[in-house]
């Protein structure tokens, strides 16, 4: 059995494939096994792939039947995955040398089932670097802290995890985009004790990533929402109706601040964008069970939870144009 799994999807990715493998073949922990998952690639991805495994044992090529997307692509390598404990790499990012060995010794030494790595995130436009902050001052979390804390994303979601949980809460892939977030949540949720190591995990920043776009899939953040809710209704475990006040709190602020964003930006949808997103909103409301959500948020303007299409666009609407004159 290797010691750690690494899973790359990798789509069109030729540019920066190269460094990404090489920060793989360059691992200090050597008993590793490194599983990339070319998701139909057009370009030269799958010729550099064959390349890496000719000559490097470690290195597993799979290749998805259709392009489906870098979390159905992940769970493919999941299945053949025999590490001890599993992370993820992007095919635009890379390790340092001995990523690997830091974080499986801080695992082995605190017997933890999750070691959060640093991410430094590497700006593409001028490839200037930042530490992406972690917001607690401690060192270690207990699953339910590690969740409370990555919901904000005041704790990200790079890490090495024991291989049982990963394989028992595989990627979530209901939408192309943000539902593989709330797979960080659930190992976190279920881990006996998240660990910070001081491995470092490099994340390429583009500005024209989908996330960053004005695009329609922006709203699939709800859906995403709601695929995770549904996740934790199925959960059996003690701190169950906390942590579903906890989500749904969330889940609701998120609904919230979706709107706002189509506030600021409808005019750049068209007629039929627009009434795709309104449609989703009418029937994200209808989700939210408003005895979760947090009295100090709900009571607020603007917060209140409202089924009703037409009267929360009013409320809101009436809420963001408040904000607007007072310059908050």
């Avoid at 290749?63 to 997307?69: D, E, H, I, L, Y």
């Avoid at 996740?231 to 601040?257: A, C, F, P």
């Amino acid at each position: 059995m290797a010691k750690v799994t690494v899973l790359t999807a990798v789509y069109n990715a030729e540019r920066y494939l190269r460094q990404c493998l090489d920060s793989l073949a360059a691992q200090k922990l050597k008993d590793c096994q490194f599983i990339c998952i070319d998701d139909c690639s057009t370009d030269s991805s799958h010729a550099i792939l064959s390349e890496y495994a000719a000559r490097d044992a470690r290195f597993q090529i799979l290749r998805t039947p259709v392009n489906s997307g870098q979390a159905k692509a992940r769970n493919l390598g999941l299945l053949y995955a025999q590490g001890e404990y599993v992370a993820m790499l992007d095919a635009d990012d890379w390790y340092d040398a001995d990523t690997l060995q830091l974080a499986f010794d801080t695992l082995v030494s605190t017997g933890a089932d999750c070691a959060v790595m640093n991410l430094i995130q590497h700006f593409e436009d001028d490839s200037s670097q930042t530490v992406f902050p972690i917001k607690s001052d401690k060192s270690q979390w207990s699953g339910e802290e590690a969740f409370r804390l990555s919901l904000d994303w005041s704790l990200h979601g790079l890490y090495v995890v024991k291989a049982d949980i990963h394989k028992k809460y595989p990627f979530d892939d209901s939408c192309r985009l943000y539902s593989d977030d709330n797979t960080t949540r659930m190992h976190y949720l279920n881990s006996n004790r998240v660990v910070r190591c001081d491995a470092n995990y490099y994340y390429r920043k583009h500005s024209q990533s989908m996330t960053n776009a004005c695009s329609v899939r922006r709203f699939d953040y709800m859906l995403a929402n709601l695929s995770m809710r549904r996740q934790l209704d199925k959960l059996d475990i003690s701190n169950k109706d906390e942590v579903l006040r906890m989500y749904e709190t969330h889940r609701w602020l998120n609904i919230v601040g979706c709107y706002y964003y189509y506030f600021l930006n409808k005019q750049k949808f068209s007629y039929d964008e627009c009434k795709e997103i309104e449609i989703l909103f009418s029937e994200m409301l209808q989700t939210i069970d408003s005895s979760l959500v947090s009295n100090r948020h709900k009571y607020k303007f603007g917060y209140y939870p409202i089924r009703n299409y037409s009267l929360f666009c009013f409320v809101e609407d009436a809420y963001f144009r408040l904000r607007q004159v007072l310059g908050r």
